[in-house]
T-cell receptor, first 114, second 114 residues
Framework: AQSVTQLDSQVPVFEEAPVELRCNYS??????LFWYVQYPNQGLQLLLK??????LVESINGFEAEFNKSQTSFHLRKPSVHISDTAEYFC????????????FGRGTSLIVHP | DTGVSQDPRHKITKRGQNVTFRCDPI?????LYWYRQTLGQGPEFLTY????????KSRLLSDRFSAERPKGSFSTLEIQRTEQGDSAMYLC????????????FGSGTQLSVL
């Protein structure tokens, strides 16, 4: 069965600093990988996804994530964060060969300080 | 595209009472999901529908929980004989139907059981 581990519950960082939010998954089959973001008082929305092909995927607001099959990881990175990036970030995996129901990690709270 | 809407936004009830939540997905979306989220945790899968058929239920979904999606449109989630442990945010999401598609989440219904 699939599972997702987000080791960091909180990541504090100063504005304009780089950040990495870690995500590891467990699955024995092919997977689709997602990062969702939840801004304060808003619903979850997709940030980026990996389906196949290039292992590096990017979002429109400067985030990127790299699929690493050997390490079963899908870490999220941004070279320079803004105050507005303060939010909860959730990694999710859906497993091929079945119903593709996404399983979510516990989330990482990114706190950007001025 | 009016988004996924959930009603009510908040529900406070006494232990032992029954509650019902409604979700209106994006109109052309075939798949509809219910998740539950507690503080400090990611969304946990409860159940999902493909059109009007309920195809999978989590072991988290006790006999007190029932979900319906008549005619493949809106969905309701009912909790009978509520317990304090049912207090959580109940999230509804929909997707067009392809496994690679992202989920569109509603803002959720916050349930508090006193």
């Amino acid at each position: 069965a699939q599972s997702v581990t987000q080791l960091d519950s909180q990541v504090p960082v100063f504005e304009e600093a780089p950040v990495e939010l870690r995500c590891n998954y467990s699955s024995s089959v092919s997977v689709y990988l997602f990062w969702y973001v939840q801004y304060p008082n808003q619903g979850l929305q997709l940030l980026l996804k990996y389906l196949s092909g290039s292992t590096l995927v990017e979002s429109i607001n400067g985030f990127e994530a790299e699929f690493n099959k050997s390490q079963t990881s899908f870490h999220l990175r941004k070279p320079s964060v803004h105050i507005s990036d303060t939010a909860e970030y959730f990694c999710a995996v859906s497993e091929g060969g079945g119903s593709y129901i996404p399983t979510f990690g516990r989330g990482t709270s990114l706190i950007v300080h001025p | 595209d009016t988004g996924v809407s959930q009603d009510p936004r908040h529900k406070i009830t006494k232990r032992g009472q029954n509650v019902t939540f409604r979700c209106d997905p994006i109109s052309e979306h075939n798949r509809l999901y219910w998740y539950r989220q507690t503080l400090g945790q990611g969304p946990e899968f409860l159940t999902y529908f493909q059109n009007e058929a309920q195809l999978e239920k989590s072991r988290l979904l006790s006999d007190r929980f029932s979900a319906e999606r008549p005619k493949g449109s809106f969905s309701t989630l009912e909790i009978q004989r509520t317990e304090q442990g049912d207090s959580a945010m109940y999230l509804c999401a929909s997707s067009p139907g392809q496994p690679s598609e992202k989920l569109f989440f509603g803002s959720g219904t916050q349930l508090s059981v006193l």
